[in-house]
């Protein structure tokens, strides 16, 4: 989890995401930060978020992105 | 059978009523069997693309849904004879030849349908094109252009019928197993024009659902339908003739003409493509049925990228979900991203396939409005603002960290500004239908200084009286006015339906009134085609 808010943190350093979950539907993250973070995500946990997956109930919030991230790695 | 013709009024009319009076279970083949009938007004042959269409994304919705369910119990039997370790491999491997063959079909349904839309609709774009190279070289061969008729509300239709599939090839939802009803989720009549570009998932359940008359519903929908026509009679319709005066007459208004033509134009395709989804929405609305919403004060944006969330926003999702986002996220994308990273830096890396996906995303929404290249030119000079803007993000922020002045009422209006301004600018490839002229008459903005000429009475001579202004004016004013309320009191027709009767009823009357008044209509009447209905 660490990690991940690591990435979150870099993308835009004044948020704070460990409280938030809204980061979609506030427009936090817009769709060139989503991809951003998918890259991130593949290159640091080897994890493919496929577009599918690509849904706002799955980033917005750090807890939601971890959750899917943990359910990909297992299939 | 135009939304603003007397005879689609009175279509409406005999298809709710029959809605309402048949029996429940008849409420959903009715609406089929209207749209159908609504489709065979429009051009008997249509009824073939459309039904092509839906036998075959039928057909393959079936195939994929039954390898799913296959490969499901096929899992659920070895879970009983293999050891766990086993177990994940025999499961992944499984699940990869399954979605293989899920994903033959997808493919060729996708082919066989955007074929279709390519065939009809592109056909004699890539001709013309053909024809230019072969005259660039000096040969005088010619191909001969097709004479296919487009049919009605193609594109739309297409978009829909292919979100199904592609939704339930992810696993979103099982497949449908009646034609029927996939037919009439195809076509529905008050989308199959303009859309909006619904998802299978989200309409279905009201779509197919029984629906009892409910009086306050009905007048709802009813009171949608008159704002729509409000805004299509009284200001897009109106506008129309000062609008077709400034642009197909371009020699005689240059500089501050093409400003003012610009904004005219603006004006009456939100006005035009607002109204006639308000007509949508409140037609569905009075069947009880649910449409999604398909924009959100989009002139209020203070940005490109807020703006492409607030207009048209079916069709931008539409191309977000299934071509920027799985293309950006490919494996082939993703290794080059990998790649770029290490051998030319964090920053390219990261941007090279992002802005891939947006240029071919761009390219894609420009040539799904119009196969020509002033379209092509509209979708990526959007492609383009956006990818200028995200670059520019270091210095906006720097900008703010030293000027407080975001998030002011001043500067708020000027990003609003701005963002109009900017949209509508892009938007005159769409108005001059011919990139150079496009660019040459968005020049004469900044080097025809003939602004004097605004206050001389040449915008009396544009084929628009003063009357005609005065009538804009109070459109424009209920536009605006509308949207203070709602921001303010939150939605006004759901006040109105708390409200007393004799208010519902007087503010419906008002509306009707305001129409037959203010419309656009005068000697040799005839309705105005929707812009968007060429699309």
């Not at chain 2, 490839?429 to 150079?436: A, E, L, S, T």
């Amino acid at each position: 989890m660490d990690e991940l808010l690591r990435i979150l943190t870099k993308l835009h350093p004044d948020v704070d995401f460990t409280g938030r979950a809204d980061l979609i539907d506030a427009g936090v993250l817009d769709s060139f930060d989503i991809i951003s973070l998918v890259a991130e995500v593949d290159s640091v946990f080897d994890v493919r978020i496929p577009a599918e997956e690509i849904v706002p109930e799955n980033f917005n919030s750090a807890v939601a992105l971890y959750a899917m991230i943990q359910r990909l790695a297992d299939e | 059978m135009l939304f603003t013709s007397y005879a689609f009024v009175a279509f409406v009319a005999v298809v709710a009523v029959l809605y309402y009076v048949l029996p429940k279970k008849a409420q959903w083949p009715l609406l089929l069997l209207a749209s159908y009938v609504f489709y065979f007004i429009a051009g008997p042959s249509f009824l073939i693309y459309i039904t092509a269409t839906v036998v075959s994304t039928w057909y393959a919705g079936l195939r994929i849904g039954r390898i799913g369910a296959a490969h499901a119990a096929d899992a659920e039997a070895g879970k009983a004879t293999r050891s766990k370790e086993d177990r994940k491999a025999v499961k992944a491997k499984a699940k990869a030849k399954a979605k293989a063959k899920q994903r033959a079909w997808l493919v060729a349904c996708l082919l066989f349908n955007f074929g279709i839309l390519a065939v009809v609709k592109y056909s004699n774009f890539a001709i013309f094109n053909v024809n230019s190279l072969l005259a660039a070289f000096g040969s005088p061969d010619k191909l001969s252009f097709l004479t296919i008729a487009l049919p009605m509300g193609i594109s739309f239709y297409t978009f829909k019928t292919m979100s199904y599939l592609i939704d339930l090839y992810r696993g979103k939802f099982p497949a449908e197993r009646n034609v029927f009803r996939l037919a009439l989720f195809t076509s529905f009549f008050p989308q199959l024009v303009q859309g909006p570009i619904s998802r299978f998932d989200d309409l279905s359940k009201s779509l197919f659902e029984e629906h009892r008359f409910d009086r306050r519903v009905v007048l709802s929908g009813l009171q949608r339908i008159l704002w729509g026509f409000f805004k299509k009679l009284v200001i897009a319709d109106r506008i129309l003739a000062g609008v077709t005066t400034l642009i197909k007459n371009p020699d005689q208004y240059t500089g501050a003409f093409v400003l003012v033509g610009m904004l005219f134009y603006a004006l009456q395709l939100y006005a035009d493509f607002t109204g006639g989804i308000d007509i949508t929405i409140g037609i569905s609305e009075m069947l009880g049925i649910k449409v999604a919403e398909n924009f959100n004060a989009p002139f209020l944006s203070r940005n490109i990228t807020d703006y492409w969330r607030r207009w048209h926003i079916t069709m931008g999702t539409w191309f977000r979900d299934y071509i920027f986002y799985p293309m950006s996220v490919a494996q082939p994308m993703l290794r080059l991203s990998r790649w770029c990273r290490e051998k030319l830096g964090e920053g390219f890396g990261k941007r090279v396939t992002v802005y891939m996906a947006t240029i071919v995303t761009w390219f894609a929404t420009g040539i799904w409005h119009g196969s020509s290249w002033n379209f092509i030119a509209w979708g990526l000079a959007n492609g383009f603002v956006i990818i200028l803007s995200h670059e520019c993000e270091p210095l906006y922020k720097r900008f703010h960290a030293r000027f407080h002045w975001k998030g002011k009422p001043a500067y708020t209006a000027f990003e609003v500004v701005r963002t109009v301004l900017l949209m509508s600018s892009i938007r005159l490839f769409d108005c001059y239908r011919d990139v150079p002229l496009t660019f040459r008459m968005f020049g004469t903005m900044f080097t025809t200084f003939n602004y004097g000429r605004l206050f001389d009475g040449t915008l009396l001579k544009i084929g628009l009286s003063g009357a005609d202004y005065a009538v804009l004016g109070v459109g424009l004013a209920v536009l605006i006015g509308s949207r203070v309320v709602k921001d303010r009191t939150g939605d006004f027709r759901e006040r109105l339906a708390a409200g007393p009767a004799w208010v519902r009823t007087a503010a419906t009357f008002a509306l009707i009134l305001a129409i037959l008044v203010l419309g656009a209509y005068g000697i040799g009447y005839d309705a105005k085609q929707f812009i968007y209905n060429q699309f």
